[in-house]
T-cell receptor
Framework: AQSVTQLDSHVSVSEGTPVLLRCNYS??????LFWYVQHPNKGLQLLLK??????LVKGINGFEAEFKKSETSFHLTKPSAHMSDAAEYFC????????????FGSGTRLSIRP | DGGITQSPKYLFRKEGQNVTLSCEQN?????MYWYRQDPGQGLRLIYY???????QKGDIAEGYSVSREKKESFPLTVTSAQKNPTAFYLC????????????????FGPGTRLTVL
């Protein structure tokens, strides 16, 4: 069985400071892992994905995530937050070949203080 | 520009009514999906379709129905059997050609917010 846990429902940082959004997963198979971003009343957009290539994955808008198998984690980071980063972020785990095995985390709302 | 369109943006339903949410894509993707999003929760899969004239139930299919008569279109009907339909509904698509639906990037539409009056 697969599962994904986003450890914080809400994170607030000051503009220009680092961002850390935490995600832990459980999977019986070699997982594919994704981070998506959702701005209010909008659809989701892919930030980055890991599919068993390099463990450090770089995404759009300066975000990156590191796959750590020993810790079953896939935390999302950004060195310097921008006001436009305020949104909801979803960590997603899936196994190959099955749409029904795509599991979304409950989301982390990121707020940016001026 | 290629993408996914959903209509309407807002939809109000009276008790006992069926309503249909539209989803159209011009990405030439084979696979399409419907998700439901409730506050403070992740997305839950309602139905998905890997090919025209074929679709599969997801985790919460009860009270919903779909059709896939054209590659570009995957409408979702919320029936009166769905007891708590108020939610944000998202349609998505993936290339689907590799057969590895779990590794494909999903492209999402802007969503439809359904409210029961």
């Amino acid at each position: 069985a697969q599962s994904v846990t986003q450890l914080d429902s809400h994170v607030s940082v000051s503009e220009g400071t680092p961002v850390l959004l935490r995600c832990n997963y459980s999977s019986s198979y070699s997982p594919s892992l994704f981070w998506y971003v959702q701005h209010p009343n909008k659809g989701l957009q892919l930030l980055l994905k890991y599919t068993s290539a390099a463990t450090l994955v770089k995404g759009i808008n300066g975000f990156e995530a590191e796959f750590k198998k020993s810790e079953t984690s896939f935390h999302l980071t950004k060195p310097s937050a921008h006001m436009s980063d305020a949104a909801e972020y979803f960590c997603v785990v899936s196994s190959e070949s099955s749409a029904s095995k795509i599991i979304f985390g409950s989301g982390t709302r990121l707020s940016i203080r001026p | 520009d290629g993408g996914i369109t959903q209509s309407p943006k807002y939809l109000f339903r009276k008790e006992g009514q069926n309503v249909t949410l539209s989803c159209e894509q011009n990405l030439n993707h084979d696979a399409m999906y419907w998700y439901r999003q409730d506050p403070g929760q992740g997305l839950r899969l309602i139905y998905y379709s890997q090919i025209v004239n074929d679709f599969q139930k997801g985790d919460i299919a009860e009270g919903y129905s779909v059709s896939r008569e054209k590659k570009e279109s995957f409408p979702l009907t919320v029936t009166s059997a769905q007891k708590n339909p108020t939610a944000f509904y998202l349609c998505a698509s993936t290339r689907g050609t590799s057969g590895d639906l779990g590794t494909d990037t999903q492209y999402f539409g802007p969503g439809t917010r359904l409210t029961v009056l």
